[in-house]
Structure formats: structure tokens, C-alpha cells
């Protein structure tokens, strides 16, 4: 049973250029997590989604990102327009639906993508 | 909004000794988590306690959730340079279940 996979897990984009972070989590897992973590800091939630569905994106800066969850296929997190700040480690995670007698159950985490913008 | 906080955020320890990282919540969780990451790697859940004063114990590693469902805490026992990393908690306010609010980590520091 294959973990959360992450790609790419390293990424080089230059000023205003469009970054996609991808993510597939552990099959039967239908809740996706997107996090952000800077060096030497803690992991900061950004957006949390079901299939087709986003749940909660408080954490997502109002501008120039954006998460989706299709039916088929990835969760997408695309920042568009990157900037120098936006260079950090984006971690997703997975877990199983809630509502099959395990909620409030663990986060696996993937690999991370670590992007810098350069 | 709710917060999570980890003490202390740093800790060096000499191999043998003990370390213990607390985590406080200001309000109520439904349960709290913990993960470690290594450097350069990522979270990789340890424990989930859910009852009120549970305790429970991996080995050398020691959790606790308090009687309030308010905190917890991470003990461990004659440390090894194994156990470097950052330890993390996270939990579930007991109002919202929709995503973990996480501590900014303990970072863990081992010399042999």
C-alpha cells in the first residue's frame, strides 16, 4: 500500500513563473491537507480538502494560490506568480473519511515538495 | 483563534538523559497527536490519546494527555541520538473536527 506520494519533491522557479505541487494520497483516503513549513518553523495549515470539495482554506493566502481535489486524479496546489517568500517546504497530508467509525484519526504525510524561487 | 503552544521550542541534551516536551492548548481538544520529524524529512505520526489523564508508552517514550483535555506532554527516557528531530503536537478542537491545530514542535538535539 503505497504512502502519500508528493512530486515533484524538489522544484526551481524563477520570479512570476506558476508552481504545481501535486499530490496522491494513500489509497481509500478521501481528506487531503496542504501544509507549509519554513526552515526551522512549524508546519502552518493552509487547506484542507475532500474529492471535488474544499472543506476549509483559512490558511490559504487570498491571492495567488489555489487547491483542488478532483475526482479523478491528484490534489493540485498551484501558486501562481511566485515570489521569493513563497520558497518553503509544502508538505501534504491524507486521511481515511471521516464517518467510518475512525474520526479524528492521524495525518500521513508525504514526502514534500520543496520549492525555490529564485 | 486557537492556539497550540510547545515548550520549549529548543532542547540539547546529553545521550542518556531525559527530555520532556509539553504542549498547551487554549481551548478544550477531542484528542491531541504527536509526530516527528527528522531533518530534512517529514511528520511521521507517533501516538494519539484520546481519554482524559490517558497515558502510554512506546518504548522509551512517554505521553500523556491531561485530565482537562487541555494538555499534554512527551517524555523520554535516556535518550539516544536516534530520537534527534522535531516533536510535534496536534490536536482536534473538541468543537471543530475538521483539521489539526498544530504546536510549532520541540527541536530535539542528542549529543553523543
Known amino acids: 500500500n503505497a504512502g502519500v506520494m508528493q512530486n515533484p519533491r524538489h522544484l526551481v522557479r524563477r520570479r512570476g513563473q506558476e508552481a504545481r505541487l501535486r499530490c496522491s494520497p494513500m489509497?481509500?483516503?478521501?481528506?487531503v491537507y496542504w501544509y507549509r513549513q519554513l526552515p526551522e518553523e512549524g508546519l502552518k495549515f493552509m487547506v484542507y480538502l475532500q474529492k471535488e470539495n474544499i472543506i476549509d482554506e483559512s490558511g490559504m493566502p487570498k491571492e495567488r494560490f489555489s487547491a483542488e481535489f478532483p475526482k479523478e486524479g491528484p490534489s493540485i496546489l498551484r501558486i501562481q506568480q511566485v515570489v521569493r517568500g513563497d520558497s518553503a517546504a509544502y508538505f501534504c497530508?491524507?486521511?481515511?473519511?471521516?464517518?467510518?467509525?475512525?474520526?479524528?484519526?492521524?495525518?500521513?504525510f508525504g514526502q514534500g515538495t520543496r520549492l525555490t524561487v529564485v | 483563534g486557537q492556539q497550540v503552544m510547545q515548550i520549549p521550542q529548543y532542547q540539547h541534551v546529553q545521550e542518556g538523559e531525559d527530555f520532556t516536551t509539553y504542549c498547551n492548548s487554549s481551548?478544550?481538544?477531542?484528542?491531541i497527536q504527536w509526530y516527528k520529524q527528522r531533518p530534512g524529512g517529514h511528520p511521521v505520526f507517533l501516538i494519539q490519546l484520546v481519554k482524559s489523564g490517558e497515558v502510554k508508552k512506546q518504548k522509551r517514550l512517554t505521553f500523556q494527555f491531561g485530565e482537562a483535555k487541555k494538555n499534554s506532554s512527551l517524555h523520554i527516557t535516556a535518550t539516544q541520538t536516534t530520537d534527534v528531530g522535531t516533536y510535534f503536537c496536534a490536536g482536534y478542537n473538541a468543537g471543530n473536527n475538521r483539521k489539526l491545530i498544530w504546536g510549532l514542535g520541540t527541536s530535539l538535539a542528542v549529543n553523543p
Open positions: 489509497k481509500g483516503h478521501s481528506h
Open positions: 497530508a491524507s486521511s481515511p473519511m471521516i464517518g467510518q467509525g475512525r474520526q479524528n484519526t492521524e495525518a500521513f
Open positions: 481551548t478544550t481538544l477531542s484528542n
